[in-house]
């Protein structure tokens, strides 16, 4: 595949990052699906940065395009970047810390936290179910017990039997109230 075909592939990504700090890890991420999904090697694909990056993302870049051998040295130097400081720490605090909300459905909440594991190095490839388990509202727990499952394709299914049940007693007293 040649280098215009490449830069054409790339831009019908559409596909933009302008350097705002909380879009880089989704952007690398998709850029590196992408590139995997048509079989691009990632190395080959930094010229097309230039019609990638945006704002204040492509003057950095320009800055910094002389010292990126690789898409490994892109990576670690945007991050390095444009992530605040100690953000992997900041990160890995958020998963430890986050429950879920009362107006947030349990899928969503399991969903964030896989989201905020795979975007940390460190968590992406640990068995979260205790802690997502720990995150989930009371409510949840007292229907669900840990013993309950193992694994989180179960985890979800409990967590939407639960949502049936639930909905189906906010019916029947909906009902109740009626007669």
């Known amino acids: ?17 302008n350097g705002n700090d909380s ?7 998709r850029f590196e699906e992408l590139a995997e999904c048509y079989q691009i090697p990632l190395d080959r ?14 003057k950095w870049y320009r800055v910094k395009r002389q010292e ?10 945007a991050q390095k970047f444009f992530l605040p400081k100690r953000y992997l720490a900041h990160l890995q605090q958020n998963f430890f810390n986050r429950r879920q909300n009362n107006r947030e459905c349990a899928k969503d909440f399991i969903l964030n936290m896989l989201t905020l594991a795979r975007q940390h190095p460190n968590l992406r490839n ?9 995150g989930l509202r009371t409510e949840y727990r007292h ?10 394709d ?7 039997e639960f949502a049936v049940l639930k909905q189906e007693e906010k019916s029947q007293t909906s009902h109740m109230k009626a007669d």
Do not use: C, Q
């Not at 879009?23 to 991420?29: A, G, P, V």
């Not at 930094?46 to 945006?54: D, M, W």
């Not at 179960?154 to 939407?160: K, R, Y």
């Open 1 to 17: 595949i040649s280098e215009a075909e490449i830069m054409s592939t790339v831009h019908r990504w559409d596909l933009k990052y």
């Open 45 to 58: 694909l930094l010229p097309s940065l230039l019609g990638v990056l945006n704002g204040y993302a492509l």
């Open 23 to 29: 879009d880089l890890m989704d952007f690398l991420e």
């Open 143 to 152: 229907y669900i017990r840990r013993s309950d499952f193992s694994s989180l």
């Open 68 to 77: 990126i051998s690789s898409w490994d040295i892109f990576k670690l130097e």
């Open 154 to 160: 179960e985890l979800l299914a409990m967590t939407d």
């Open 126 to 134: 640990v068995n979260h179910l205790d802690r997502i388990y720990d």
